[in-house]
């Protein structure tokens, strides 16, 4: 069979006004040529189509990349927001965490001067009670010196009285039983010397008894004062050990804001760690997969635009299960997020190849390495937990 060429040539040769002279070789050819234009014509319409598959495609391809890039600005819009907040909230933590800390030395300055207080109220307590038990002592003394003058006033002294009898009268009558008594003339009572025990001086003993009992009643008083005062101090022991235990209370619930200002803080730090690799993927400035940084001089444009639509694949799954931190702006990570996911998965034009290797990387990153980085995680995460501890304490 003839070329188009050649089919051309020949009809170019033959004499296209009057047809009534061409042969059965003309019109053979004639034939021929039409075959051969209409297969060239159905050739053509079908390269016409697949290119216009590939226009549309394209232009799907452009819209779908149009969104990505819009949807993107918007997530980097947000995150600068939410780097903005973070920093506002890590510089109020700052705050507080200083505030926190300055409330906690001034509350172990007041517990060391109440300890101070009660232990000086304590001393105070003990030398009131030697007091106390000195003026007792004191107290029974004197009662029992009250006690012995009189005991002494209250038996009467014995007086003995001598009688003058005259010899004359019972010489006279001897006869008469009852001898007779006379007074005693005044010479006589003053030349006679009673035989009586002299009493002590009583002026002297109300004295002496009228001072006992003032010093009694004044070291009852000093008792009682003492009493009252021991209450007084009683009391203030008890308020200034409650005011302690509060003051205690207190100190363990700031330390306890301390700590979990260091926990956020920390938590902060890693979830800003972790916005910075996820915006440094999203650059293309690090892998996705293995997030290590990309050697851009060695690969050709084709491998440059596959890797930057397999981070945008891929990065919104890898970093979704790191964003677990309670902030404020959480309801507008979520939405990223959310955001971010509908990106990935509005592809139109994703065919059955590149599905097969979003499951298999979607298995793998969410099925396969924790399973298998599940027997490393529990000692990572107990040498972490001793680290923080012992930087907090």
């Excluded at 101070?116 to 030398?127: A, F, G, V, Y």
């Excluded at 002590?200 to 009682?224: C, T």
């Excluded at 100190?251 to 690799?277: C, F």
């Excluded at 999203?282 to 596959?306: F, T, W, Y």
């Amino acid at each position: 069979m003839a070329s188009f060429r050649d089919l051309q040539m020949d009809w170019a040769s033959l004499c296209q006004d009057c047809t009534e002279c061409w042969t059965s070789e003309d019109l053979q050819l004639a034939a021929e040529l039409g075959k051969t234009l209409l297969e060239r014509n159905k050739e053509l319409e079908t390269a016409l189509k697949q290119h216009q598959n590939v226009i549309e495609d394209q232009t799907q391809e452009i819209e779908y990349l149009t969104k990505q890039t819009v949807a993107l600005r918007e997530v980097s819009d947000s995150r600068l927001r939410i780097y903005e907040q973070l920093e506002v909230s890590i510089q109020d933590l700052e705050r507080a965490n200083h505030r926190l800390v300055l409330e906690n030395s001034a509350g172990k300055k007041h517990i060391k001067t109440l300890t101070t207080n009660i232990e000086s109220l304590e001393t105070r307590c003990e030398e009131l009670q030697t007091t106390i038990d000195d003026l007792r002592l004191q107290v029974d003394a004197l009662k029992r010196r009250a006690q012995r003058p009189v005991e002494v006033k209250s038996t009467p002294p014995a007086t003995i009285t001598l009688r003058h009898v005259e010899k004359y009268d019972e010489e006279a009558t001897p006869t008469s039983p009852e001898p007779k008594t006379h007074t005693i003339d005044a010479q006589c009572v003053k030349n006679s010397t009673p035989i009586k025990t002299e009493p002590p001086q009583v002026n002297n003993e109300d004295k002496e008894n009228d001072d006992n009992l003032e010093q009694i009643s004044q070291l009852m008083a000093q008792l009682r004062e003492s009493k009252t005062q021991a209450s007084r101090d009683q009391r203030r022991i008890t308020e200034l050990e409650e005011q302690l235990a509060t003051m205690i209370q207190q100190n363990q619930a700031l330390e306890n804001q301390v700590i979990q200002l260091h926990h956020r803080d920390d938590d902060m730090k890693s979830m800003y760690d972790e916005l910075s690799t996820l915006e440094e993927v999203r650059k293309g400035q690090m892998c996705s997969r293995c997030l290590r940084n990309i050697d851009r001089g060695s690969d050709v444009a084709e491998d440059d635009d596959s890797s930057i639509l397999d981070n945008l694949m891929n990065s919104p799954q890898h970093h979704r299960s790191s964003f677990s931190l309670d902030v404020q702006g959480e309801n507008e990570l979520k939405d990223i997020l959310r955001r971010e996911m509908s990106v990935v998965w509005i592809s139109p034009t994703a065919t059955i190849l590149s599905l097969l290797i979003d499951f298999c990387v979607y298995i793998r990153d969410f099925y396969l390495i924790p399973f298998l980085c599940k027997p490393f995680k529990i000692p990572f995460i107990l040498i972490h937990y001793c680290l923080r501890h012992n930087k907090i304490h």
